[in-house]
């Protein structure tokens, strides 16, 4: 069955550092997503990216975030300068259309020091 | 930043008891309501999709329902097995396109 898939699984990185995610959604999917859950908190949504460009972004999603699809089958999640409070479990995620269900990848824990 | 509740925050059952518990969210603007399945050391699957007031899926022994005037979805296990065990998120969905905003969930614990 195809797998969204996430590098590295863990990340550990000193506070004002910059951090890539990696993701590899379905091949055939069209929308993309980086949702987070900090320990103990709901999973909240991050951004969502559609025909090359950011559809929707939510208010954590500031400056210090950045999305790109660079060759068409990697989605990365960039953070400029990490914060404390950017360590959570950074979950990718695609779907093939609008209204089906996502496909989640196993995610990447962050912890900023 | 819609309002999503999940209810009960846990809930501990026997092997075999049948449960359901309650995703309450705002009924307007509502597009589609998003079941997905968490287990520990695993990332979420999706369960159900449902977009049509008064529907019902059901795949095996996991049903779920949906009422979009009052706004509100239950699911329901049937004979809970210890492989359920589980967090059960509920994600209303606006329009077409657009975000899930995730509830807290539903730990469920089935104990043999």
Redesign the interface.
């Known amino acids: 069955e195809p797998e969204?898939t996430q590098t590295p699984s863990h990340q550990v990185t000193q506070m004002g550092q910059e951090v890539i995610l990696r993701c590899v959604p379905i091949s055939n999917h069209l929308?993309f997503?980086w949702?987070r859950q900090i320990l103990g908190q709901?999973?909240?949504?991050l951004v969502?990216f559609?025909n090359n460009e950011i559809?929707?972004k939510?208010e954590i999603f500031d400056d210090q975030f950045s999305v790109e699809r660079p060759d068409g089958s990697n989605f990365t999640l960039k953070i400029r300068s990490t914060k404390l409070e950017d360590s959570a479990m950074y979950?990718c995620a695609s779907r093939i259309g609008?209204?089906?269900?996502?496909?989640?990848?196993?995610?990447t824990r962050l912890t900023v020091v | 930043i819609l309002n999503v509740e999940q209810s009960p925050q846990s809930l501990h059952v026997q092997e075999g008891d049948s449960t359901n518990f309650t995703c309450s969210f705002p009924s307007s603007n509502f597009?589609?309501l998003?079941w997905?399945r968490w287990e520990t050391a695993?990332?979420?699957?999706?369960?159900?999709?449902m977009?049509l007031n008064g529907d019902e899926k059901k795949k095996g022994r996991i049903s779920a329902t949906l009422n979009t005037k009052e706004g509100y979805s239950y699911l329901y296990i049937k004979g809970s097995q210890p492989e359920d065990s589980a967090t059960y998120?509920c994600a209303p969905?606006e329009t077409?396109?657009?975000?899930?905003?995730?509830?807290?969930?539903t730990q469920l614990t089935v104990n043999p």
Do not use: D
């Not at chain 1, 709901?42 to 949504?45: A, D, I, N, Y």
């Not at chain 2, 695993?42 to 999709?49: D, G, N």
């Open positions: 969204v929308y997503y949702y709901k999973v909240e949504f969502s559609y559809s929707e939510s979950f609008a209204s089906n269900g996502y496909t989640f990848g196993s995610g | 597009y589609a998003h997905y695993k990332s979420p699957e999706a369960l159900f999709v977009t998120l969905q077409s396109g657009s975000r899930l905003t995730f509830g807290e969930g």
